[in-house]
T-cell receptor
Framework: AQSVAQPEDQVNVAEGNPLTVKCTYSVSGNPYLFWYVQYPNRGLQFLLKYITGDNLVKGSYGFEAEFNKSQTSFHLKKPSALVSDSALYFCAVSDYKLSFGAGTTVTVRA | GAVVSQHPSWVICKSGTSVKIECRSLDFQATTMFWYRQFPKQSLMLMATSNEGSKATYEQGVEKDKFLINHASLTLSTLTVTSAHPEDSSFYIC??????????????FGPGTRLTVL
């Protein structure tokens, strides 16, 4: 069975500081990993995905994620956070169906 | 490309009535659509997987007679909440994916439908 874990319910950072949202995965075979962001009362917006290739994946809105096979992690990062990055972030793994993590609420204070 | 729409975006209904939610892939053909349910500040829970032209596959614990899913075309799937009750109030999100043969497991999400049952 495939699964992802987001160990932090909430992440708080000051604007301009680096932002990291953690995700670890458990799969049999090659992982297809995704990050999505959700703003209040909205659907999910795709940020980035890892299928194969470079371990550092660049995505939308200045986000990137590093795939680490030995640590089974796929942490989301942004070098300089904005207040507008405040939202709910989901990590997900897919073979055919998507399995989502519990979500991490990011709050960026001005 | 890869836009998915949902209609309505929000709906309020009386207890005991039925509500239909539409999910459309606007610029691609979706052989598979997924329906999720999300409670406030929680993750998405997969309700069912719908393949065009066949019956939906429901996740464990989801009542198939309560949540009727139809995927009659490659661009449209509908979720009907029958005899809705207040506990059915939730945020319902659909997603769509292209042919599995494309080798890409990516799903494209609709904007969600907020259902409130009074």
């Amino acid at each position: 069975a495939q699964s992802v874990a987001q160990p932090e319910d909430q992440v708080n950072v000051a604007e301009g500081n680096p932002l990291t949202v953690k995700c670890t995965y458990s799969v049999s075979g090659n992982p297809y990993l995704f990050w999505y962001v959700q703003y209040p009362n909205r659907g999910l917006q795709f940020l980035l995905k890892y299928i194969t290739g470079d371990n550092l994946v660049k995505g939308s809105y200045g986000f990137e994620a590093e795939f680490n096979k030995s640590q089974t992690s796929f942490h989301l990062k942004k070098p300089s956070a904005l207040v507008s990055d405040s939202a709910l972030y989901f990590c997900a793994v897919s073979d055919y169906k998507l399995s989502f993590g519990a979500g991490t609420t990011v709050t960026v204070r001005a | 490309g890869a836009v998915v729409s949902q209609h309505p975006s929000w709906v309020i209904c009386k207890s005991g009535t039925s509500v239909k939610i539409e999910c459309r892939s606007l610029d691609f053909q979706a052989t598979t659509m997924f329906w999720y349910r999300q409670f406030p500040k929680q993750s998405l829970m997969l309700m069912a997987t719908s393949n065009e032209g066949s019956k939906a596959t429901y996740e464990q614990g989801v009542e198939k007679d309560k949540f009727l899913i139809n995927h009659a075309s490659l661009t449209l799937s509908t979720l009907t909440v029958t005899s809705a009750h207040p506990e059915d109030s939730s945020f319902y999100i659909c997603s769509a994916r292209r042919s599995r043969a494309s080798g890409n497991n990516e799903q494209f999400f609709g904007p969600g439908t907020r259902l409130t049952v009074l």
